[in-house]
T-cell receptor, first 109, second 115 residues
Framework: DQQVKQNSPSLSVQEGRISILNCDYT??????FLWYKKYPAEGPTFLIS?????DKNEDGRFTVFLNKSAKHLSLHIVPSQPGDSAVYFC????????FGAGTRLTVKP | DAGVIQSPRHEVTEMGQEVTLRCKPI?????LFWYRQTMMRGLELLIY????????DSGMPEDRFSAKMPNASFSTLKIQPSEPRDSAVYFC?????????????FGSGTRLTVV
């Protein structure tokens, strides 16, 4: 039962442009939503989160938007940089944390 | 703190053999999680512990998988007997608590290959 879904396995953008990664969830009881970034041969690292009572959280070039009615969240990276190339996981925290399948972002110079 | 430490980094074993993966969480963290990453399903939660007690093992694929946390600084995930479909990267993560907006701290993972 996939409670958190990332339907785009990959995304490619040009350096300097905006990257938008999307995520959908099914359980209305999640307390927090998070984004993780993962480089090859490393574990995922926490990037940014948002409480379920908020609709936007911004941290530098990274902004997460939450649309509770649509059970949808997105991560915006602007401007995108080549170093942002990684796999991004969406996660939802209830009594534990559930992850999506990940989206591989490639930022081209 | 050295972070979450997993061993071994890589494990290659023959089908039918027993495999034991190890994890040392961050000192002071009360929650520990085992995840498995595959291409098809991404990161799947296998089991998690709060204060060394298993809370939810519904993600453990079958009886061949077992996990223990004998104390606050050590956990193991055992597969016996191993099968080729168990090949994946296994991650351990720890956190101060299971519900958090700060995320979990992950180890570097153990890449398991069963031939």
């Amino acid at each position: 039962d996939q409670q958190v879904k990332q339907n785009s396995p990959s995304l490619s953008v040009q350096e300097g442009r905006i990257s938008i990664l999307n995520c959908d969830y099914t359980n209305s009881m999640f307390d927090y939503f998070l984004w993780y970034k993962k480089y090859p041969a490393e574990g995922p690292t926490f990037l940014i989160s948002i409480s379920s009572i908020k609709d936007k959280n911004e941290d530098g070039r990274f902004t997460v938007f939450l649309n509770k009615s649509a059970k949808h969240l997105s991560l915006h990276i602007v401007p995108s940089q080549p170093g942002d190339s990684a796999v991004y996981f969406c996660a939802a925290s209830g009594h534990d944390m559930r992850f999506g399948a990940g989206t591989r972002l490639t930022v081209k110079p | 703190d050295a972070g979450v430490i997993q061993s071994p980094r890589h494990e290659v074993t023959e089908m039918g053999q027993e495999v034991t993966l190890r994890c040392k969480p961050i000192s002071g963290h009360n929650s520990l999680f085992w995840y498995r990453q595959t291409m098809m399903r991404g990161l799947e939660l296998l089991i998690y512990f709060n204060n060394n007690v298993p809370i939810d093992d519904s993600g453990m694929p079958e009886d061949r998988f077992s996990a223990k946390m004998p104390n606050a600084s050590f956990s193991t995930l055992k597969i016996q007997p191993s099968e080729p479909r168990d090949s994946a990267v296994y991650f351990c993560a720890s956190s101060l608590r299971s519900v958090t907006n700060y995320g979990y701290t992950f180890g570097s993972g153990t890449r398991l290959t069963v031939v």
